[in-house]
């Protein structure tokens, strides 16, 4: 609460990291904002989840509703400040290094943040920890550059989900290295935006696994170039 001394806190979250440890598996945190900057960063570190439990720990009900907003923002804003400050002086190998559930733990501002450059070092067992929200800030611009490896860790509900925008931003090579599940997850919408250059990049075998219906969403002049 507001009214901690810094020491119980970090007592508290001592505690917690040995109960991560022994665990061996990341544990939620709260914290209130002001004066653990430093915890915070450790907790991202070990890939604890962090949870926004407002600024300074008012009694909310006593609060307008624009009181309320800034009690949440200002603690939101706060961890995704710290959490990409962090991410920025991260080298490739860094990026590469974070095991699953520290990636997994990775806010959408923070993801958004990362350089082409780290984007390079994020592994295909990252990239399938990932929601959508997560993965679609994480590629936003960037998906033409994923590597082989990186895009058979897309899951099929990244796939299923992938905005149209950046399906179109995939090469015809990218789109060869999709495996027969994935390319059955294609949404229609995706595939009816293909352009002749991508449809090029499918295998006889990736087409063998297309339903009617996805078949019929490509555009004529697509299927007059197979």
Avoid: C, K
């Avoid at 430093?38 to 407002?54: A, F, P």
């Avoid at 352009?195 to 078949?215: C, D, E, N, P, R």
Wanted: hydrophobic share 40%.
């Amino acid at each position: 609460t507001a009214s901690m001394t810094a020491a119980a806190m970090r007592s508290l979250s001592e505690a917690n990291q040995a109960r991560t440890n022994e665990q061996l598996t990341p544990a939620p945190s709260f914290q209130s904002g002001g004066t653990v900057e430093d915890m915070v960063r450790d907790m991202i570190r070990r890939g604890d989840v962090i949870g926004n439990h407002t600024w300074d720990h008012p009694h909310l009900p006593t609060l307008t509703t624009s009181a309320v907003v800034s009690e949440l923002t200002r603690g939101t804003d706060a961890i995704a400040a710290i959490e990409t400050a962090d991410l920025a002086a991260l080298s490739t190998a860094q990026i590469a290094a974070l095991d699953t559930d520290q990636f997994g733990a990775l806010s959408t501002t923070a993801l958004t943040a990362l350089s082409t450059t780290q984007i390079g070092g994020v592994t295909a067992g990252q990239i399938g920890q990932l929601s959508t929200t997560q993965f679609n800030a994480l590629t936003t611009q960037v998906i033409a550059q994923f590597s082989t490896a990186q895009v058979g860790g897309v899951t099929t509900t990244q796939i299923t989900n992938l905005p149209v925008s950046d399906f179109q931003a995939l090469s015809a090579a990218q789109i060869s290295e999709f495996s027969l599940t994935q390319t059955g997850y294609l949404s229609t919408t995706d595939l009816a935006a293909l352009t002749t250059t991508q449809l090029g990049g499918f295998t006889a075998a990736q087409l063998g696994v297309l339903s009617g219906a996805q078949l019929g969403s490509f555009s004529t002049t697509a299927l007059a170039d197979l």
